[in-house]
T-cell receptor
Framework: AQRVTQPEKLLSVFKGAPVELKCNYS??????LFWYVQYSRQRLQLLLRHISRESIKGFTADLNKGETSFHLKKPFAQEEDSAMYYC???????????FGQGTELSVKP | DSGVTQTPKHLITATGQRVTLRCSPR?????VYWYQQSLDQGLQFLIQYYNGEERAKGNILERFSAQQFPDLHSELNLSSLELGDSALYFC?????????????FGPGTRLTVL
C-alpha cells in the first residue's frame, strides 16, 4: 500500500541553523510528491511540489527514488518557518493525496 | 473571500446522530475533495468529486456519504455517529481533478461527538 512516513513529530532548531524535515514514501511506481505547510491559525497550503522543482521561501526538496525520500531542506531557518509540515504523495495521476503524520518545526530565536 | 469555505466551523453532537458538513469550492474549481484529520489516523483522504461525479474514493465509512451539487458545492453526510468520528474535516478544491492541479484547502469543520 502507498504510505508516507515522517519520522520526526517535532523538530526544534535555532534561528539561522540548517533544517531538514525527513519524508520517506513507499510506492513502486512514480508518484508525485508534495510538501504542505500549516502555519498557526492558517489553512493547510501547498509549499512546494517535486514536479515544479522550485524553491519556495528558501525551502527545497529533492526526490531520491533510490532511497524513496523527499526530504525538505532549508539552509538557514527563520522564526516564521515555525509551522506544521506535511509530506504527501499522489499516484496514478489522480487527485487522492496521501499524507504523512506531519512534523512540527519550531524555530527558536 | 474567494477561497474554499466550510460550514459550520464547529459542530458538537451526540453518538447516533447525523450531521451534514458543507463545502463551497473556490470560484471556477470543478473538483472537491474531503479529508478527515484525527489524532490517531492523521490526515486521510475520504472522497473526491469532479463536476458532480464521484472521481475517487478513500477509506470512507459506509456511514459517510457525500455529493456535489450542480452549483459545485459539496456536502459530507455523517450518520450513526460514533465517538471515534470526532475529527477535523477538511474540504479542498482544485480546477481540474488530476495531480497537476493544486488543491486549495478550507479552514475545516471540527466535529465533536459526545
Amino acid at each position: 500500500a502507498q504510505r508516507v512516513t515522517q519520522p520526526e513529530k517535532l523538530l526544534s532548531v535555532f534561528k539561522g541553523a540548517p533544517v531538514e524535515l525527513k519524508c520517506n514514501y513507499s510506492y513502486s511506481g512514480s508518484p508525485e510528491l508534495f510538501w504542505y505547510v500549516q502555519y498557526s491559525r492558517q489553512r493547510l497550503q501547498l509549499l512546494l511540489r517535486h514536479i515544479s522543482r522550485e524553491s519556495i521561501k528558501g525551502f527545497t526538496a529533492d526526490l531520491n527514488k533510490g532511497e524513496t525520500s523527499f526530504h525538505l531542506k532549508k539552509p538557514f531557518a527563520q522564526e516564521e518557518d515555525s509551522a506544521m509540515y506535511y509530506c504527501a504523495l499522489i499516484y496514478n495521476q489522480g487527485g487522492k493525496l496521501i499524507f504523512g503524520q506531519g512534523t512540527e518545526l519550531s524555530v527558536k530565536p | 473571500d474567494s477561497g474554499v469555505t466550510q460550514t459550520p466551523k464547529h459542530l458538537i453532537t451526540a453518538t447516533g446522530q447525523r450531521v451534514t458538513l458543507r463545502c463551497s469550492p473556490r470560484s471556477g474549481d470543478l473538483s472537491v475533495y474531503w479529508y478527515q484529520q484525527s489524532l490517531d489516523q492523521g490526515l486521510q483522504f475520504l472522497i473526491q468529486y469532479y463536476n458532480g461525479e464521484e472521481r475517487a474514493k478513500g477509506n470512507i465509512l459506509e456511514r459517510f456519504s457525500a455529493q456535489q451539487f450542480p452549483d459545485l458545492h459539496s456536502e459530507l453526510n455523517l450518520s450513526s455517529l460514533e465517538l471515534g468520528d470526532s475529527a477535523l474535516y477538511f474540504c479542498a478544491s482544485s480546477d481540474g481533478g488530476g495531480f497537476y492541479n493544486e488543491q486549495f484547502f478550507g479552514p475545516g469543520t471540527r466535529l465533536t461527538v459526545l
